[in-house]
């Protein structure tokens, strides 16, 4: 079972600082299935990136995603207001889908 | 624009069946995959399973037991049951639609709060 581990658990940023967040697997996981998500208070989890690099639809572009190896990171590149949330990475693989545990990024 | 919306009772005894039915708007359950999710209070997201347009379904080996998720093309639906719960069972459940390929949720409902309790 490919395990997905992201770091920092907590992220303390300033609005208009920059965001790295990571996410490491455990296995090699194929980019095209690795797909990050922003989830607020009381909302659904929202997508942000899928295939590991591509923004979907109204992401602005002030959010990326890389990979490099096993090593998946999403940055966001100024910090807004509405930018501070829990971020959870999620991969398909062997019939199933598996999450990250988050990284919540909060205001410093 | 798809719109999904859980429902299905707040409260379940332990040992009972958890049993939530999501209604699909804005577009057809005759297509794409619908998975439960869930996140129990303050922690992180969980994927119970899914189900095909065609019946087919998938389930987290963790829950498989326990776990069928069945569609209502009829009615534009699908539902989880979720068998012999415990407190550990209590969490925010949602619906989702999974995307083809690559495989991502981009449509979700806005949850249910599922409690376990006597």
């Known amino acids: 079972e490919i395990v997905l581990t992201q770091s920092p658990g907590t992220l303390s940023l300033s609005p208009g600082e920059r965001a790295t967040l990571s996410c490491r697997a455990s296995?090699?996981?194929?980019?095209?299935?690795l797909v990050w998500y922003q989830q607020k208070p009381g909302q659904a989890p929202r997508l942000l990136i899928y295939g590991a690099s591509t923004r979907a639809t109204g992401i602005p572009d002030r959010f990326s995603g890389s990979e490099s190896g096993t090593d998946f990171t999403l940055t966001i590149s100024r910090l807004e207001p509405e930018d501070f949330a829990v971020y959870y990475c999620q991969r398909y693989g062997s019939s199933r889908h598996t999450f990250g545990q988050g990284t919540k990024l909060e205001i410093k | 624009q798809v719109q999904l919306q859980e429902s299905g009772p707040g409260l379940v005894k332990p040992s009972e069946t958890l049993t939530l039915t999501c209604t699909v708007s804005?577009?057809?359950?005759?297509?794409?995959?619908w998975s439960w999710i869930r996140q129990p209070p303050g922690k992180g997201l969980e994927w119970i399973g899914h189900i095909y347009y065609t019946g087919s379904t998938n389930y987290n080996p963790s829950l498989k037991s326990r776990v069928t998720i069945s569609l209502d093309t009829s009615k534009n639906q699908f539902s989880l049951k979720l068998s012999s719960v415990t407190a550990a069972d209590t969490a925010v459940y949602y619906c989702?639609?999974?995307?083809?390929?690559?495989?991502?949720?981009?449509?979700w409902g806005q949850g249910t709060l599922v409690t376990v309790s006597s």
């Open positions: 296995q090699s996981v194929s980019s095209n299935y």
């Open positions: 989702a639609r999974r995307n083809y390929d690559p495989f991502y949720f981009d449509y």
């Open positions: 804005g577009g057809s359950v005759s297509s794409y995959y």
